[in-house]
């Protein structure tokens, strides 16, 4: 779905730059240092969905959670609708978390089990909306059904869910208080292929209807493809190439992204085969490419040229 960009970007992110100190060093006397996230920019438009691809460890998840300030920052800038956010205080992003929220990877593990799905869902409704717990049922009751779900469910604990319906619940919970953006950290890995497709065509769905702005991080391009209006690929910390999906898909210019096509089933899902069928059905050799192997503490550059 092409979505036509409004002249500011919602979010915009300068120079972005995350370390963790790694423990060790104290005989050499140097200390060690993890590039989780290594001088980013982006920027992502009210109402498009950018997806960031890469492989685990690259940095993705660190910089989705900078962007919703469940990091600091080490360098660098955040900017939500125009505002500088990256140095403000707790207090001061309280405001901003109706505004953007994340849906986990592993939908049973962001879900309390002490708690039914009505509690779940109305959770936010009451901590940051301020909403009574009479009113709060009928917004949750409509939350669910609004994915899929419905009464049923709302005196359901988690374990009694299956992973695809916690998802649901977790996406119902995002959207409590009508945020603007989501980030979405690895959405569909943690389930069956089968139920992937259904809460991507959820997502799709959900954007179409709500006007939603998404940050989609996966490691699967072929996931991106079907949701995001344009990728950018993420190795070793750095963004390493950026643009609009088909041109990515049709032209990769970096040996990562290369390998990264490589790794899905294109070519049967340039001739009508579904590519979740094509995931189950087939494996796909990665093409031998001279890529430097991930590294804690990164040296040198990204890649080896030919």
Known sequence: MTVSRSEAPLIEVRSL?????????WLTGKRRVLHAVDDVS????????LGIVGESGCGKTTLGRLVLRLLDPTAGQILFDGREIAKLKKSELLPLRRQMQVVFQNPQQSLSARLRVADIVAEPLRTVGGIADDQSRRRVLGLLEQVGLGAQHLDRYPHELSGGQCQRVAIARALALDPVLLVLDEPTSALDV???????????????RLGLTYLFISHDLGVVEHVCDRIAVMYLGKIVESGPGKEIFAAPGHPYTQALLGAIPSQMSRRGVNWLCCRVMSQVRQPAIWLSIPHPVPVGTGYLPD
């Open 17 to 25: 730059t995350k370390h963790f100190r790694l423990p060790g060093g």
């Open 194 to 208: 089968s139920v992937q497709a259904q809460i991507l065509n959820l997502l799709v769905d959900l954007r179409q």
């Open 42 to 49: 982006l920027q992502v438009y009210t109402g498009e969905a």
